[in-house]
């Protein structure tokens, strides 16, 4: 792989996978403005996702340890399909009803974040990842990324289908 290629991956990993894991941060530990597992929590329960906490759970860690693989470059494109699914429930449940702008709340950011991982996960981790100093080879086959992201589809919407309204 060029260097130049690799350069361009790392710089995209180390500001995607870097950002991703501190939202993962905000809603597992309350870090950097976030409301923590109990008012994500809390969240997630309006949503419809019960118990509200453990949804939470499962979003801040699939932001976090995807989020932390990416930036790290480690075992092939399990974070960026650990980023697909939460950015695709996110989309789906949050933000598909106010329309496509960031500014109002839209999908585009998490769209972009889905976009990202994706070109992070097809061109590889890059020469300047742990994947490379140790050697790893984990799901870096385009055929094993496909279906990673199939899976991150069906668990998405499973984690979606799981969704209950409020009792009235």
């Known amino acids: 792989m060029l260097v130049s290629v690799s350069v361009g991956i790392l710089i995209a990993r180390l500001l995607v996978g870097g950002s991703l894991a501190a939202h993962g941060a905000q809603k597992l530990f309350g870090?950097?403005?976030g409301h923590g597992l109990?008012?994500?929590?809390a969240f997630f329960e309006q949503l419809g996702f019960?118990?509200?906490?453990?949804?939470?759970?499962?979003?801040?860690?699939?932001?976090f340890v995807g989020g932390m693989l990416a930036l790290f470059g480690f075992l092939g494109a399990t974070g960026p399909a650990l980023i697909?699914?939460?950015?695709?429930?996110a989309i789906f449940t949050v933000h598909i009803s106010?329309?496509?702008?960031?500014a109002n709340g839209g999908w585009e950011l998490p769209?972009?974040?889905v976009a990202a991982v994706l070109a992070i996960a097809f061109a590889t981790n890059g020469l300047y990842s742990l994947d490379a100093a140790f050697g790893v080879h984990f799901l870096t086959n385009p055929v094993q990324i496909w279906m990673a992201r199939a899976a991150a589809v069906?668990?998405?919407?499973?984690s979606m289908g799981a969704?209950?309204?409020?009792?009235r």
């Open 163 to 167: 969704r209950r309204p409020a009792a």
């Open 98 to 102: 106010k329309g496509f702008f960031a």
């Open 111 to 113: 769209a972009m974040n």
């Open 31 to 33: 870090w950097f403005g």
């Open 38 to 41: 109990a008012g994500t929590g």
């Open 84 to 89: 697909v699914l939460v950015m695709l429930v």
């Open 50 to 63: 019960r118990p509200g906490t453990l949804f939470a759970l499962a979003a801040g860690l699939g932001e």
């Open 154 to 158: 069906v668990l998405a919407l499973l």
